[in-house]
């Protein structure tokens, strides 16, 4: 545990931290009070790519938050919070019916998503519109928060300083001389590929974009060995990378492959086999062992199985809420200035918004993870600059 406040939490049990307190603080009345007790809490959705090819990167950010509102719901008898989930497949079609009837429906008062950036930025404006404020827990698509985003916040760092680390860890670990780089031309794929393109220069030798479901791969593998590259970063999702790099290894391609948060899958290495092997991923998500209080532990407990990619984050972008409920905030309005105003220390990092919706930069956190078997394993953190 490398920071102060997990050895301050450490000694606490998480749910004791967070919620001990029971019943809403609601202007100074007896948690006891029938009228009260009825006006505290309320109904939250969340969405997200629960199933599908590319479901394993989402799932243990539901888990954190379903995890958050029991924990919260034990606590707080009198303050009950109901989380309902709602499926998009990570599609941005399949994504807006879905934010059409939330906004509709008066009793939802937040919600937690997107997920993934491209349904983000597809219902950001239906929300909006609605007055219902999103806490992402891993939407990072710089883009999301470069205009004015009105209800949109998010707990992760955004592809802005994701492309900075990778950028640092192409140049610095890699030693990077030629770089291929690849995207699905999707919101997020794109997006990050852009920043790091930008960042390295004269360094990319040669670039080139896949299609979503594409399943044969050979001329872009013919473009990579004809670059010469010795490293291939690849902006995008498990559904496309999995294969790529299986049919890249398989025609004798040995340069080093830095893939980013979006294939911090458990499908990623089951879909590529051995090819995945000493893959690198980077993600601006924390590592089990480094997230706050008894998280971890807990998570394992519920779940019997130890927290993946953005499990702390889907924790903290939950608890964010619920500790607004919790204060007495009743309707969509109040829960969007309570999430403007936020200030406090979650698991994964300490949460508190600017102006656009985003973490503070000097809370940032983005580590890489290197696949040995099925496993991603913490290497490093990548530290940014100033």
């Known amino acids: 545990m490398r920071r ?48 599908g090819p590319n479901a394993g990167l989402v799932i243990p950010s539901l888990n954190g938050a379903k995890l958050a509102v029991k924990q919260f719901n034990a606590a707080n008898a009198d303050c009950k919070v109901t989380l309902q989930e709602f499926d998009t497949q990570g599609n941005a079609e399949q994504a807006t019916p879905i934010a059409n009837q939330v906004a509709q429906d008066q009793s939802f008062l937040a919600v937690i998503g997107g997920h993934f950036s491209g349904e983000s930025k597809a219902t950001m404006p239906t929300y909006a519109a609605a007055g219902l404020v999103m806490v992402s827990p891993s939407a990072t698509a710089a883009e999301l928060t470069a205009t004015d985003h009105k209800t949109f916040y998010r707990v992760v760092g955004n592809d802005d300083t994701q492309g900075e680390a990778a950028v640092t860890y192409i140049k610095d670990v890699l030693k990077g001389k030629k770089v291929f780089l690849l995207d699905d031309g999707q919101t997020y794929g794109s997006g990050i590929v852009a920043v790091i393109k930008k960042g390295l220069g004269a360094t990319v030798v040669a670039s080139d974009k896949v299609q979503t479901d594409q399943t044969n791969f050979d001329a872009t593998i013919s473009k990579i060995k004809s670059s010469g590259a010795d490293v291939i970063g690849y902006g995008g999702y498990t559904n496309e990378a999995a294969p790529l790099l299986k049919q890249a290894r398989a025609a004798g391609i040995t340069a080093k492959f830095l893939g980013f948060d979006g294939l911090y899958d458990p499908g990623f290495p089951k879909g590529a086999g051995d ?39 889907g924790y903290d972008g939950a608890t964010v ?14 829960l969007l200035e309570w999430v403007k105003a936020y200030d406090k220390q979650g698991v994964s990092k300490y949460i508190k918004f600017d102006e656009k919706g985003d973490v503070d930069r000097s809370k940032v956190v983005i580590w ?4 040995k078997g099925t496993a991603f394993e913490p290497q490093q953190e990548i530290k940014l600059g100033s």
């Not at 991923?281 to 019997?304: Q, S």
């Not at 809420?321 to 109040?334: M, P």
């Not at 890489?368 to 696949?371: A, L, R, T």
Request: proline share 3%; with cysteine; hydrophobic share 40%.
């Open 4 to 51: 102060n406040y997990v050895r301050a939490l450490g000694a606490v049990g998480l749910a004791a931290a967070m919620f001990a307190a029971a019943g809403c603080q609601d202007s100074g009345t007896s948690g006891g009070d029938t009228d009260n007790a009825a006006a505290c809490g309320g109904k939250v959705a969340i969405f997200g790519a629960f199933t």
């Open 321 to 334: 809420l619920l500790d607004g409920f919790k204060a007495g905030k009743k309707t969509r309005a109040e």
């Open 275 to 313: 090819a995945a092997n000493g893959a690198v991923v980077t993600c601006p998500c924390l590592p089990a062992a480094e997230a706050g209080g008894t998280f971890a532990k807990d998570f394992e407990t519920e779940y019997k199985i130890a927290p993946g990619s953005y499990g702390a984050e």
């Open 368 to 371: 890489s993870y290197e696949i």
